[in-house]
């Protein structure tokens, strides 16, 4: 067993004397393993049981180990990593026994970040392409000649022609000078990750109640009574995380649903699976919800008291009765029937999804049916409830609040003037001259200030490239691409994507490896591959999927010649003229701006989300203190910070000096805002066609107002004679922003949040959360059928939507849906992740240690299928999508999938279409596994809203290589 050391990080019994003995020697990995005859899967899986397989290669000359403590750059959970380092070099590596979020466990991935920071197939130092070969530079050439050919293009063409594609792999301060950075420079063509992993939840999430998040944990799910999964794998891509659930299973004999077109290693622990057809997630909700309202099984006073429009909702599901179900999504009536009786008799219950809900074209009303489907029985705002987002990458939730989207500004204060004038007063900035770095486009005889336009998501930037110049809704073309810390395999419609790569006048990496970005095309000039650290060699914070905040101790210099993000931002700031402006309140030292000036920065201006009260101080007093923080409820009990909640997850309202514990679970009015209680947020208005949307009769513990309110303003204060609560500081600073008509989101002292929360109520008001969107394509969530659906019965039925044009492109639906491309692809497609890589795979490919766990791409067959194809397991087979591509994988004939549906990962790439394009890596950075992407062959479709891919249900065609 693992033996707990009195410094609380384990320490157990070394893996057997064969490994002790071996490690002893000093040997490069390959001697130790051929010396030892134990395969690199072999020690990977040794590192997850008892005992812990020490560096092969041990640090000599002695020194002090020190002990730093981090956080997984892999999944959302926010493991803690305890790094061993001595004399500079980080030589072992123990998960983090007092973590409250991973309980001193690792997944696969976790166990092996060691090896990500000190790689050997790391990107060591800037390239360029030359003649069609990599060619080492140093970055004062790389930054001049960059820099050099953007303001050429800017000069040409305008500045929306750079696009700056960011990352969920940055910290928060990455996250947040990245999208200063574009503001700086006059674009809003800049988006991460985000737009195709959790668009359409935050979108349809923060649409229903009011913020576009997790509204619970992973470690709440220990209160759970029942766990309802649909569209997520968290044993494969959340390891971790599976221990909340297992605990609520066991400890609360909570019943455990999984719905999944493939049966899953998170269904083989499921009291209850249910399969059914890709893209039908709307019919398999309404029609639980038809069996909770036919037998009276919903919650009729949160409904009535904190619920706007469940009467249209009801109509809907009127029309999915349990035939018709079945007939869209293939679950029998009886099974749904059992599932909504588990779900009744269990509450509260939580929900849980993911990407499989989410990459859809209608992927806002799946997750608006799920949010619904809680809203119905009563389990929002309560412990063991909730809606229980899963995101994907170490840091896309705070990627994504901190503004790294081509529709926001850090907070999600949107593009209007005044957003733009609150973050010019945060910045001390000369707004008009912030103006005047953005485009101002004319266009029939109308002129557009880009800087209040959306710019282009990355689902869809080749198509800003290859579009043609009159069907865009901006000045010009992409001319210049950015892909700092993307890969570019996560994404479909590869072959066009290479087309894109090629057309651009410049294409410029940053990352820590070189990504299929520097192999997918075949350019001979225009492309830089710029070496970025890992999180590990810098510090900062990261946000974990329920919205907590954890600092990051730096455990290595930089390794190779590569630089941390917010260098790398600052070189491009000093070649563009602005570094001064951009970094006024910001010190520098060196050339590396000082993170903790960043974070402070961001505290400042973030009022609407709570990303204002997690000081960097308050942050690594919690992480030094987390053995103090309670297991499932995440409070501190006594200690230097008793009475906080771990991460101070946002909301944290007010200045870091209020000392708001923040907000474990979203919307649970049992407790007192200052204490972490919250209401619905009032952020659609009073009233709807002369319905009531406050709540009604209902608040907060302790709050002073006994009824529903608005978000608070100046005036507000005003009105209740609250004013005078106010010091005159703040008042000040009130008066200089807008007088009465400040509010809670614009007042930069925090005195109205303040205010506020010490009679009680949440700043932003207590409101109903609202069933249907009304400014959204379909107000109330419905089933539409794929784009490329082989089930041509349903498309009259169940159509896609019209073709138009927003987020500056035109987007097709009908008329592709129109066309039957199921005679020749008859079998549907669909992705999702593996145990052992995470999301386009660059880096865990490249490591050893998971490499030998997964070497070849494939494909899951069922065995009806395979056999009716000519297909033998392990055999290659060559898969062809419906718009042209096709890729070479192995077969795995399995029933892990249903018959008609394949499934593929989508970690792989350096294979396009049969062809190995290892030799195009520089030289000795190609991972060790290479193979074809799923997204080669997956196909157009974006979502209604949001502009999501599509990759959970397209067609293919299968056939023996």
Known sequence: MLRKKTNGVAKGPRAGSLLSSLAAKTMDRRGFLAASGVTVGGLAALSLTPGRVEAATPSTGGGEVIRKKSVCTHCSVGCTVMAEVQNGTWIGQEPGWDSPFNLGAHCAKGASVREHAHGERRLKYPMKMVGGQWQKISWD???????????????????????????AKFSNEGSYLFRKFAAYWGTNNVDHQARICHSTTVAGVANT??????????????????????GGNPAEAHPVSLLHLL????????PLIVCDPRFT??????DEYVRFRPGSDVALVWGLLWHIFENSWEDKEFIRTRVYGMDDIRQE?????????????????AQLERVARTLANNRPGTVIWCMGGTQHTNGNNNTRAYCVLQLALGNMGAPGGGTNIFRGHDNVQGATDLGVLADTLPGYYGLAAGSWAHWARVWEEDLDWLKGRFAVWDKDGKSRAMMNEKGIPVSRWIDGVLEAKENLEQPDNTRAMVLWGHAPNSQTRMLEMKEAMEKLDLLVVVDPFPTVSAVLHDRKEGAYLLPATTQFETSGSVTASNRSLQWREKVVEPLFDSKVDHEIMKLFADKFGFTDRMFRNIAIEGNEPVVEDITREFNRGMWTIGYTGQSPERLKKHMANQHHFDKTTLRAVGGPCDGDIYGLPWPSWGTPEMNHPG??????MSLPVSKGGLTFRARFGVERNGENLLADGVYSKNSEIKDGY??????????????????????????????????????????????????????????????????????????????????????EDYPTYEDKTFWRVPTLYESIQKKDFSKDFPIILTSGRLVEYEGGGDETRSNPWLAELQQDMFIEVNPRDANNMNIRDGKDVWVSGPEGARIKVKAMVTERVGEGVAFMPFHFGGHLEGKDLRDKYPKGSDPYVLGESTNTVQTYGYDSVTQMQETKCTLCSIMPA
């Open 141 to 167: 050439e790389a930054i001049n000649e960059i820099g050099d050919k953007m303001l050429q293009i800017r000069e040409e063409s305008g500045p929306d022609s750079v696009y700056w594609l960011g990352s």
């Open 247 to 254: 605990k609520a299973k066991e400890e609360n004999n909570a």
């Open 317 to 333: 599901v009127k029309k999915w009765n349990p035939e018709e179900v079945e007939r869209v999504t293939g679950v029998p009536g």
């Open 663 to 668: 907000t474990h679970v979203l919307y649970d």
């Open 710 to 795: 608005p978000e608070f303003t100046m005036q507000m204060l005003m009105d209740l004679g609250w004013d005078g609560d106010l010091t005159a500081e703040e008042r000040a600073s009130i008066d200089a922003v807008a007088g009465p008509e400040t509010n809670w989101k614009t007042d930069l002292s925090g005195g109205i949040q303040r205010v506020a929360i010490k009679h009680e109520c949440a700043p932003f008001g207590n409101a109903k959360a609202r069933a249907i969107v009304w400014n959204f394509p379909d107000p109330v969530p419905l089933h539409r059928e794929p784009l490329y659906t082989n089930r041509r019965d349903l498309v």
């Open 209 to 230: 109640w009011g913020y576009g998040a997790m509204t619970n944990s992973y470690n709440d799910i220990h209160n759970s009574k029942a766990i309802f999964l649909i």
């Open 265 to 270: 290693r998170t269904a083989a622990h499921a």
